[in-house]
C-alpha cells in the first residue's frame, strides 16, 4: 500500500505569541517549529499500517508546503519512518487560503497515485481543519474525518470515526481515500538518534507552485490579527456551601456548558 | 443572490442548540447585509423538524428531502446541499460548527470554488468574520474576497440562540421541499450505526466529566458522598494516587504520572491540593473546578473556579444543586 | 635477641628430579594460566577503543590506585569487618612477591633472600607477621561465605571461593610452620612442595574465577574514566550506546572481566532492595557472559539473553553501585550505555517514557505543561529577569518553575537572596537541562536541550548559575560540556552554606506533628508563592495552644543526601550547614556517601508505577523512623518524592521543607520580594 501523508509544521505550542507589525500574522523570529501534532498521528497510522502489511510491501511518503525551514520537520517525519518525502517550496503560505493550498497538494500527490492519502485532523496554527477534506474533493476521493484507527480490509478500508460526546461510528470506504486522523487513536512513537541519521539518505523531492502549475488567486485572506482580551483566572466563588455550590451550578449551565 | 441560508442540523430526533444558534448567526449576518434569511434541514424525514425551525422569524425554510440523506454521508450531503445552492444561490451560507459540517463543508465549499470560513465566533461590518487561532492565543479576522457565496461555520456558544416567542407576530415561514438528484452509486462510504466508546473497562482519557477526590476525603467510608456527586453530573469519578494506594478505588481510576492522562471539558477535583504528579494527569482539561478547604492549595492554581470550602458541607450542596438543575 | 627466635627453613639443594618436576609444573600451571587469560585478555583487546579515553592526566589515576589499590580505602571503608580481612590477604600477597621468587629461585641455587642473612630473616619475620594476619583473614572471610552467608554474595555457593581460600590458607600455614622446623629436617621439604603445589595450583584457577580480579582489577582501577558516573560521548555516525558486543569498548570489557562478584553493589541498589527485576552485579556478569560466549565482535543484541531491558530500566542512576565498587567497575555509564542502545535505535517501547521524550522534543520541560505557567509563576513571585548585568543566573528548572512545591523552595530561596542583597535573574525562557532524557539514554532529545540552552545561556551572557536543583547543577556542569561551555554552576546549598553565617538562626520549635495539615506544611505562607501576605508564625501553629508550646524543644532535623548532590558531586557538609540554622540535625542510618535513593533519578520519576516496594517509601520510612520532626531535602526530586510517600503516610508525617525554605525561616517577616 503506497500511503502518502500531509503534514505541516507549526509554531511550538510554546511559542510566545506577538502580532507582527503589520497586525496580518505573529511575529516570526525567534519561533520554533515542530511537527502538527494530528499530522504526527496521521504519520504514525500510516506507518502503523505499513508495518502491519509488511509482507506486501508499502510506501509511506510524506509530503509538505512550506518554506525551507519545513525541511527540518520533514527530516523528523523521514527520521520517525518515512521512506521519501516531497516539500513543496513556498514562501506566501500565509496568503494562500486552505483550496490554495490544497490545490498545491492535490497536484503533488496525483502523480503518486496513491492507495491512501493521510493527514492531521487540522493544524495547530489555523486550525482549519479542512485541507484533506478540500484534497480529496480536488481528487475525486471520497474520506472521512476524524479518524482513530483504519483497518485495511478486502474491498478497501474499515474506520473509526469520533462523533461528538463520547460517540463513535465505524465506516467503511474504497480506496484510494482519503482521511483526516484525530489526536490519540495511537501511541506516537518517538524520535530516535538511529532514525535522524538514517534520515540523511532518504530522498526529499523539492517543488513548488510554479513547477506544480498552480496558481489562483485566495477567495479568503486573514485580513488581520489580535489577541484575545481576556486571560484565564481562578474565580473563586464566595459565601455559603450552599451559596457557591449554586454559583458554581450557574457557570457549569451557562459558561462551561456541561449541564 | 438571495439572502442567507443557514443549514440546520438534525441528529437523533432533535435540532441541537448550536443550530438555533447558527440561525441566530445568520439572522445577525441578514440584518447586516440587509438579507431575508431563510434556512435548510437535510434529510429523509424533515418535515417536524422543518415546522419547528418555520416558528423561528425565517423566510422560507427547505426541506431537503431524498431516502438516501437518511443517514448522514458527506458525499450525499454535499451533493444535495450543492444542488440547492446552485438553484437557490444565496450569497451567504450559515453552518453550525458541528463534527457533520467540518466532515462536509469544506468539500462543498471547494466544489463552489470557496473556502469555508470555519469555527466563527464574531461576525463584523464587512462582513468580517473572526475565528480563533494557535489554539485560541489569537483571534483572526477574515474576509471573503471570491465572487461566490461566502460559506462560515459558527462556534457552539459564540451566538446566542433566542427561545422562539410564543405566539410571535410574524408569520411561519413558508416550508419548501426540495428533492436534490442523487444515486446510491455517488455515495461512496458506508457510515456504521453509532456506538459509544468502550463501555467494558473504565477510560478516563476519553471522559467527558470527571470528579476527582483526593486526600481530603479523610476516609474510605466518605467516598459515596463524592460517588453521589459524580452520578448526578454523569461524570466518572476519579482519584489521586494515595486515595487509589490505600484501595479505595481502583488503580485504573487514578489520575496522574503514575497513572491515567486525562482531558475532560470538566475536572472537578474535590479535597485535592494538587501535588505536580496529579496536575501533570489533568492539565488538559478545559475547565478546572476545585473545592478545597486550603486558600493556598496549588490545585488553585490552575482553576477556573474554586470553593474554598469544607468538602463535608459544599460536595452534598453541590449535589443537591446540579440533581435540580437537571429537572 | 633475633637470633633466639625460630628461623625459616627452606630446603637449599635440590635434585635434578626435582628440579625437572618443578619446571614441568611451573609451565603446566603457567599454560593453565595464560590458556584462559589470554582469551580475556585478547577479547578485551579485540574491544573497541574508548573513543574519549586519555591516560593524562595521571596524577588522579597514581592516586587513585594508591589509595584505592594499595591501601585497599574502598574496600576497608564500606565493609570494615571482611575490608580488613580483605586488605590483609592483599597485603600478605603483596609481601609475599619476594618470598614466592625466591622461594622458587632456590630451586635453581639462585636464591637471594638468606633466612640466616640479617635482611632476609627480618624480611621473613615481616611476611610472616602479614601471613599471620592473612592467615587469620582469610579464615574469617571463610567463615563469613560459608557460615555467616550475607545474601548479597547470591544464593549459589562458591566452592570455588572456598577452595581458593583452602589455598591461601595452606600457602600461609606452610609459611608459618617453616619457621618450626629444621632445615635439615624432611618435613621443611615436604612442606616447600606442599607450598609450591598450592602455589601452582593458584595459578591457573585466577583466570577461570572470580579471583581474575587480582590481576585485572588494579588496571580497571587505574584507567577509570575519571570522574563518577561519566557518560561517554558517543562517537561518529553508528554508535548508538551500547547495542551489539561491536559496542562495548575495552573499558566496558575489562570492567565486565574484573567483576569480584562480592555485590556490594547490589546490597546498596534502590532497586534490588525494592523488588525490582535489576540486580547490577547481574548487569556486569551479564555483559561479562555476553563476552564469553559472543565476544566482542557479535552484532547479537546485549539486551535479551544476557541482560533484560526492564532490570536496565529500573535504575535510578544513583550510582550507589558505583560508589561502592571495590574494583574499580563503572555501572552507571554501563547502565546508561545499555540504555542508550535500546532507546536511540527505537527499541524501548514504554508509553511513560514515549510521552516523556515527545514532550521534550515538542515542548520545553519534562512534565509538559505550558511554559505560560512558568510566567505566571515568575510575574507572581516577581522574580527578576535576568539582563546580564546581575551576578546570578536563578535557573528555575522543569520542578522549580513548574512543581507548586519546587516553586515554594525557589521562592524561599529567592527570599534569602533578597536578604542577602545578592544580584540574580531568572531567564525569560528555560528548556529542560535534559537530565531525564540523557539518563535514559535519548542522545537526540537530549542534544537538542543542551544546545538550546546553552544558546540561550551565551546569549544573554550568563556567566554564573545557582540552581536548587542537584540534577540540573549535574547535567549542566558535566553533560553539557559535550555540546559546549556551559557557565559556572553551583547548587544552592554551597551558596547558602556561604553566607549562613550571615543568615539568622530560626527560633521556630518543633511543633506536634499532628497538627500539620496532611503532612505536607502549606501553611508556611510567608515562602508560598500563592499567598505573598504571609500569616504570622502564631498563626502557622497549632490552634489550640498545646501544652508543649510552652516548653520549648529544638527542631530536630534529619537531612537526606541526594545522589546528584552527594556521590554525584561530593557535596555533604554544606546542605547540613544550612539545615542546621533551623534546628537540631539527627542522621538517618544511611547518610552522607551512602544515602539511598529518593527513587525519582534516571528518569524514573517519569516512568509511571514502580514493581515491587516504592523506593521513595523504604527511604521516606527511613528518614521518618529518625524520629526528626522535619525531614530537609535538597532536591526538589526528593522532595516531591518524599512529600506522595508522606501523602500516603497520611497525618503525623514530619513536616518537609528544602534547606532554602530552612535558610528562610529565621528571615525577619516583610521580607518576601
Known amino acids: 500500500m503506497k500511503i502518502i501523508v500531509a503534514i505541516k509544521q507549526v509554531p511550538e505550542r510554546d511559542a510566545q505569541v506577538r502580532i507582527d507589525a503589520a497586525g496580518k500574522w505573529i511575529d516570526e523570529s525567534n519561533l520554533q517549529y515542530a511537527l502538527n501534532e494530528s499530522d504526527a498521528y496521521a504519520l504514525e497510522e500510516a506507518l502503523q499500517l505499513k508495518e502491519k502489511s509488511a509482507a506486501a510491501g508499502g510506501e509511506v511518503v510524506v509530503v509538505s508546503v512550506g518554506p525551507e525551514r519545513v525541511g527540518q520537520t520533514i527530516r523528523e517525519a523521514l527520521a520517525k519512518g518515512a521512506d521519501r518525502a516531497i516539500h513543496i517550496v513556498c514562501d506566501d503560505l500565509g496568503l494562500r487560503d486552505a483550496l490554495g493550498v490544497a490545490r498545491l497538494l492535490a497536484a503533488a500527490v496525483k502523480p503518486e497515485n496513491p492507495d491512501l492519502i493521510l493527514t492531521g485532523l487540522q493544524s495547530e496554527d489555523l486550525g482549519l481543519g479542512q485541507t484533506g477534506v478540500i484534497v480529496a474533493e480536488l481528487l475525486g476521493l471520497p474520506h472521512a474525518t476524524l479518524i482513530l484507527n483504519v483497518e485495511k480490509t478486502e474491498t478497501g478500508l474499515k474506520v473509526k470515526r469520533e462523533l461528538e460526546e463520547g460517540w463513535f461510528q465505524t465506516i467503511e470506504l474504497p480506496t484510494p481515500a482519503v482521511l483526516t486522523i484525530q489526536s490519540g487513536g495511537n501511541k506516537l512513537r518517538y524520535a530516535t538518534l538511529m532514525g535522524i541519521k538514517r534520515a540523511k539518505m532518504k530522498e526529499v523531492r523539492q517543488l513548488t507552485a510554479a513547477s506544480l502549475g498552480v496558481d489562483a488567486p485566495p477567495v479568503v485572506v486573514l485580513e488581520h490579527v489580535a489577541l484575545p482580551q481576556k486571560q484565564k483566572s481562578t474565580q473563586i466563588l464566595p459565601g455559603t456551601a450552599k451559596e457557591a455550590a449554586a454559583a458554581l451550578v450557574e457557570k457549569l449551565k451557562f459558561e462551561v456548558r456541561v449541564l | ?327 | 635477641m633475633i637470633l633466639f627466635l625460630p628461623t625459616f627453613a627452606e630446603p637449599q639443594h635440590f635434585s635434578f628430579f626435582e628440579k625437572l618436576l618443578f619446571t614441568g609444573l611451573v609451565l603446566a600451571s603457567a599454560y593453565g594460566f595464560w590458556r584462559r587469560f589470554g582469551l580475556v585478555l585478547k577479547k578485551i583487546l579485540k574491544s573497541k577503543k574508548d573513543p574519549s579515553f586519555h591516560l593524562f592526566p595521571i596524577g588522579k589515576r597514581v592516586w587513585d590506585f594508591v589509595w584505592e589499590v594499595l591501601c585497599q580505602a574502598k574496600v576497608i571503608r564500606e565493609r570494615p569487618l571482611p575490608g580488613l580481612a580483605h586488605a590483609f590477604v592483599f597485603w600478605a600477597f603483596c609481601a609475599f612477591a619476594l618470598v614466592t621468587l625466591n622461594h622458587c629461585a632456590v630451586v635453581f641455587g639462585i636464591g637471594f633472600l638468606s633466612p640466616a642473612g640479617t635482611i632476609g630473616r627480618l624480611y621473613y619475620y615481616f611476611a610472616a607477621v602479614f601471613a599471620l594476619f592473612c592467615a587469620v583473614g582469610i579464615a574469617g572471610l571463610f567463615v563469613r561465605r560459608f557460615l555467616v552467608r550475607p545474601k548479597w554474595l547470591g544464593a549459589r555457593l562458591s566452592w570455588e571461593s572456598g577452595f581458593i581460600a583452602l589455598l591461601i590458607f595452606v600457602l600461609m600455614a606452610t609459611y608459618l610452620a617453616s619457621f618450626f622446623i629444621a632445615d635439615a629436617d624432611p618435613s621443611a621439604r615436604t612442606l616447600w612442595w606442599i607450598h609450591t603445589l598450592a602455589l601452582l595450583t593458584f595459578l591457573p584457577i585466577i583466570p577461570y574465577t572470580k579471583h581474575l580480579h587480582l590481576i585485572l582489577s588494579p588496571a580497571t582501577v587505574f584507567l577509570s574514566r575519571g570522574s563518577f558516573a561519566q557518560i561517554p560521548p558517543l562517537s561518529g555516525d553508528e554508535d548508538f550506546g551500547l547495542v551489539a558486543g561491536t559496542d562495548l569498548t575495552r573499558l566496558v570489557s575489562l570492567q565486565a572481566y574484573s567483576c569480584v562478584e562480592c555485590g556490594r553493589c547490589t546490597e546498596h541498589c534502590p532497586a534490588a532492595n525494592t523488588g525490582k527485576l535489576l540486580n547490577p552485579k547481574e548487569i556486569i556478569l551479564g555483559v561479562r557472559a555476553y563476552l564469553n560466549d559472543l565476544g566482542p565482535s557479535s552484532d547479537q543484541p546485549l539486551l535479551g539473553k544476557y541482560n533484560q531491558q526492564e532490570a536496565v530500566f529500573q535504575c535510578t542512576t544513583c550510582g550507589a553501585c558505583e560508589f561502592q565498587c571495590p574494583v574499580g567497575i563503572e555501572h552507571v555509564p554501563i547502565l546508561v550505555g545499555l540504555r542508550r542502545g535500546a532507546v536511540n535505535t527505537g527499541a524501548w517501547e514504554d508509553q511513560y517514557g514515549s510521552k516523556l521524550f515527545l514532550a521534550l522534543e515538542r515542548g520545553s520541560n519534562a512534565l509538559g505543561i505550558s511554559p505560560a505557567e512558568r510566567d505566571k509563576f515568575i510575574q507572581k513571585q516577581q522574580l527578576p529577569i535576568f539582563d546580564g548585568t546581575q551576578e546570578y543566573c536563578l535557573w528555575l528548572g522543569c520542578m522549580g518553575g513548574y512543581d507548586p512545591k519546587g516553586r515554594e523552595i525557589v521562592a524561599a530561596f529567592a527570599r534569602v537572596m533578597n536578604y542577602l542583597g545578592t544580584s540574580y535573574g531568572v531567564l525569560r525562557k528555560e528548556k529542560c537541562t535534559g537530565d531525564p532524557v540523557r539518563r535514559l539514554g535519548n542522545d537526540l532529545v537530549f542534544q537538542q536541550l543542551a544546545e538550546a540552552n546553552l544558546e540561550a545561556l551565551a546569549q544573554n551572557k550568563v556567566k554564573k548559575i545557582v540552581s536548587i536543583c542537584p540534577h540540573c547543577v549535574r547535567t549542566i556542569q558535566e553533560d553539557w560540556k559535550e555540546y559546549g561551555t556551559p557557565p559556572e554552576i553551583e547548587h544552592h546549598s554551597e551558596f547558602l552554606a556561604r553566607f549562613a553565617d550571615k543568615l539568622p538562626r530560626s527560633t521556630t520549635t518543633a511543633t506536634n506533628p499532628e497538627s500539620f495539615v496532611s503532612g505536607h506544611d502549606f501553611s508556611h505562607a510567608a515562602s508560598a508563592p500563592n499567598s505573598p501576605g504571609a500569616l504570622a508564625p502564631e498563626v502557622r501553629s497549632s490552634p489550640v495552644p498545646a501544652p508543649a508550646a510552652s516548653h520549648p524543644v529544638p527542631e530536630k532535623i534529619v537531612f537526606h543526601d541526594p545522589c546528584y548532590l552527594g556521590r554525584y558531586r561530593n557535596v555533604y557538609d554544606q546542605p547540613r550547614e544550612v539545615a542546621s540554622l533551623a534546628g537540631e540535625l539527627v542522621e538517618a542510618p544511611r547518610h552522607r556517601e551512602r544515602s539511598f535513593c529518593c527513587g525519582a533519578g534516571g528518569g524514573l520519576s517519569f516512568l509511571g508505577e514502580e514493581t515491587g516496594e516504592r523506593v521513595s517509601h523504604v527511604r521516606a520510612a527511613e528518614l521518618v523512623a529518625t524520629g526528626a520532626t522535619t525531614v530537609g531535602t535538597a532536591c526538589p526530586f526528593c522532595n516531591s518524592m518524599f512529600r506522595d510517600a508522606f501523602d500516603a503516610k497520611g497525618e503525623g508525617a514530619p513536616q518537609l521543607l528544602d534547606i532554602a525554605q530552612l535558610a528562610a525561616r529565621g528571615l525577619p517577616p516583610g521580607e518576601a520580594s
Not at chain 2, 23 to 46: E, R
Not at chain 2, 84 to 111: G, K, M, N, W
Not at chain 2, 160 to 168: C, I, Q, S, V
Not at chain 2, 231 to 238: Q, V
Open chain 2, 1 to 327: 443572490m438571495s439572502g442567507v441560508l443557514v443549514v440546520v442540523e438534525q441528529r437523533e430526533g432533535r435540532i441541537a442548540r448550536i443550530s438555533w444558534e447558527a440561525v441566530a448567526a445568520g439572522q445577525k449576518l441578514g440584518a447586516t447585509l440587509t438579507l431575508p434569511v431563510s434556512a435548510a434541514v437535510v434529510g429523509a424525514q424533515t418535515e417536524s423538524f422543518a415546522a419547528e425551525i418555520a416558528a423561528r422569524p425565517l423566510d422560507k425554510v427547505f426541506r431537503v428531502e431524498h431516502p438516501l440523506l437518511a443517514r448522514y454521508t458527506p458525499d450525499g450531503f454535499s451533493l444535495a446541499l450543492h444542488q440547492l445552492i446552485q438553484a437557490e444561490s444565496p450569497a451567504c451560507i450559515v453552518f453550525p460548527h458541528t463534527y457533520q459540517v467540518r466532515d462536509y463543508a469544506p468539500a462543498l465549499a471547494a466544489r463552489l470554488g470557496q473556502v469555508l470560513i470555519g469555527d466563527v465566533t464574531a461576525i463584523g461590518d464587512g462582513p468580517v468574520f473572526t475565528r480563533q487561532l494557535l489554539q485560541g492565543r489569537l483571534n483572526g479576522a477574515y474576509r471573503p474576497t471570491g465572487s461566490g457565496p461566502c460559506l462560515i461555520s459558527v462556534q457552539a456558544g459564540a451566538f446566542r440562540a433566542e427561545a422562539p416567542e410564543a405566539g410571535a407576530s410574524a408569520a411561519p415561514a413558508t416550508v419548501t421541499t426540495f428533492v436534490p438528484t442523487l444515486e446510491s452509486a455517488q455515495i461512496r462510504t458506508t457510515p456504521g450505526e453509532p456506538f459509544r466508546g468502550g463501555s467494558q473497562t473504565v477510560d478516563l482519557s476519553s471522559a467527558q466529566m470527571i470528579v476527582c477526590v483526593g486526600r481530603g476525603i479523610k476516609d474510605a467510608e466518605n467516598l459515596p458522598l463524592v460517588q453521589d456527586l459524580a452520578t448526578a453530573l454523569g461524570a466518572e469519578l476519579a482519584a489521586s494516587r494515595p486515595i487509589c494506594d490505600n484501595g479505595w478505588l481502583p488503580m485504573e481510576r487514578q489520575v496522574g504520572s503514575s497513572g491515567q492522562t486525562v482531558s475532560p471539558k470538566l475536572y472537578l477535583g474535590v479535597g485535592i491540593s494538587g501535588a505536580i504528579q496529579h496536575l501533570v494527569g489533568m492539565k488538559g482539561s478545559q475547565c478546572v473546578v476545585a473545592i478545597n478547604k486550603d486558600p493556598d492549595a496549588p490545585i488553585f492554581e490552575v482553576a477556573d473556579y474554586g470553593i474554598v470550602g469544607d468538602l463535608f458541607e459544599v460536595v452534598p450542596a453541590l449535589t443537591e444543586a446540579i440533581k435540580a438543575a437537571r429537572q
